[in-house]
C-alpha cells in the first residue's frame, strides 16, 4: 500500500527558505513529485523527478529556487525552497506516478494529505 505522508511546512518571512519532506513508501520505481494548491486556485505542479533521483523537472514559477531529491534507501522526497515570495504561499502536496513524465502531465497515482506553507511579507 502506498503512503504518502509530508512534513516540513511552516511559516517563513519573504526571502527565507525551508524544506519540505515526504516518507513515501510502498512502491519501488516511480517517479515522485510535488504539487502545490494557493487559495482559490487549482492545483499546479511544481517539481518531478525520476526514480533514480539523476533527472529532475521544474515548472517555470519556481526553476531557480526550488530544488527537488529524493534517497530511496529511506523511502524520502525532499523539496528545498529558497529565496520564497508571497506567492508560493499554498498547500504543498507530495505526488507519485508511473514516471516523472507522468507527474508532469498530472497523471497521478497518490497525493500525501498536504502541509501548508506560507510566505509572509
Known amino acids: 500500500q502506498v503512503q504518502l505522508a509530508e512534513f516540513g511546512g511552516g511559516l517563513v518571512q519573504v526571502g527565507g527558505s525551508l524544506t519540505l519532506s515526504c516518507n513515501a513508501s510502498g512502491r519501488s520505481t516511480y517517479g515522485l513529485g510535488w504539487f502545490r494548491q494557493a487559495p482559490g486556485k487549482e492545483r499546479e505542479y511544481v517539481a518531478a523527478i525520476d526514480w533514480t533521483g539523476r533527472r529532475t523537472y521544474y515548472s517555470d514559477s519556481v526553476k531557480g529556487r526550488f530544488t527537488i531529491s529524493r534517497d530511496n534507501a529511506k523511502d524520502m522526497l525532499y523539496l528545498q525552497m529558497s529565496s520564497l515570495k508571497p506567492g508560493d504561499t499554498a498547500v504543498y502536496y507530495c505526488?507519485?506516478?508511473?514516471?516523472?513524465?507522468?507527474?508532469?502531465?498530472?497523471?497521478?497515482?497518490?497525493w500525501g494529505q498536504g502541509t501548508q506553507v506560507t510566505v509572509s511579507s
Open positions: 505526488v507519485t506516478g508511473d514516471t516523472s513524465a507522468h507527474i508532469i502531465s498530472h497523471r497521478i497515482d497518490y
